[in-house]
DNA sequence: AAACAAAACTAACGAGTGTTAGGTAGGCTA
DNA sequence: TAGCCTACCTAACACTCGTTAGTTTTGTTT
């Protein structure tokens, strides 16, 4: 008998993974069972399967859901017409926010993507492996046009994504930092020392 | 009955270690079992209790261990007469040939000790707190005395420390990039950067 | 050869895992 | 009102988990 996908139902989807993607954050895929998401959700283990097909299912469109909102804001930045450098920034910028407005998606993207199963591990590392590339190659084009240092592009891009999936540990003590200064002084960071 | 600690009895503990880091390592603490750091030892599940008292007492072991190392080394930094920059320069240098030399155990102190039990969590985050507060300390002077450009000493060191941790995704895919440009690349932005 | 201790083994424990089967209450439509 | 579907429930299955108990093998020392 097929699935009907009532309106219902798929907020109630969304629910649940709101609610697991909290869990996995905390206590890490593994550790999060079943039975603890469906607490959170105020129903038993069993109900939750009315509205998922499996706790790997779960996974998967968390990763998937902010693999694509990368990629397609990486598209809407190569089409424009800014300068490298600019281009940049404004795919560090954007990093930056996601990271402080999706934290619970993208650190699960980032840190929980090896509990996926088959074919979607491949599918993830390839399209993760494919973004980072044409990051590379922004950044090689702005060394060739003199707008950046000469850092081999490949580092550099490792380098700012790396420093980005960092804020991850400031999330847990936002205290003595703001947000807005910790997005200025990283982007100054990691953009003037890109750049010529 | 007390433990007597010989040498064979030692050894095989750190064999016992060394296999579990590359479990921890590549499935994570939680998904590596026993059983399968004992096949990967060569023995069964319950003789590995001859030689360790439990799972926690590997990650304990292992996060200290490489805890115990950074916190050395940055003291023997402090007591150098450098300049603060170039002291900035070999604490980088010393994490990112930690991150290629000893690579499992500084993955695992890096993404695993969530899953240390009270009280060695709490121990653990602090010594982290006050690492990162000492490089923080660290960047703050360097900025007073002009050798460095004025980013928010936390921020920094964020940034830095994030983007070495990064080198995990490096090792993954050794190919194409070498260990020696990725040292140099990686400190050459990372110091540039930073520099007045 | 006898004695001893270290380190391996088998077997089992209690708890927790994701998931399925089968049943029931409540609301919408014919 | 009767039928139907959705979303919940309880109960259970077939594992796997870390760990312990008790026993046997192995290797060295007297």
Redesign the interface.
Known sequence: MAKIQTKKNSSKKEIIIEKAARLFREK?F??ASMRDIAETVGVEAASLYNHIQSKSEILQAICFKVANEFISHLEEVERSGDSLLKKMETIIRFHIRMMLEQYEYVYISD?EW??LAEPYLSNFLNQRRSYRKRLGDLVEEGIAKNEM?N??P???V??????????E??QRSRK??SAE??EA??V???I???KK
């Open positions: 890490g593994g550790a840190h090896r509990h240092k850092i081999e490949y580092v550099a490792l380098t700012i994504l790396s420093a980005i999936s960092g804020i540990s400031w003595s930092t200064t910790l002084n990283m100054k960071y990691l003037e020392g890109l």
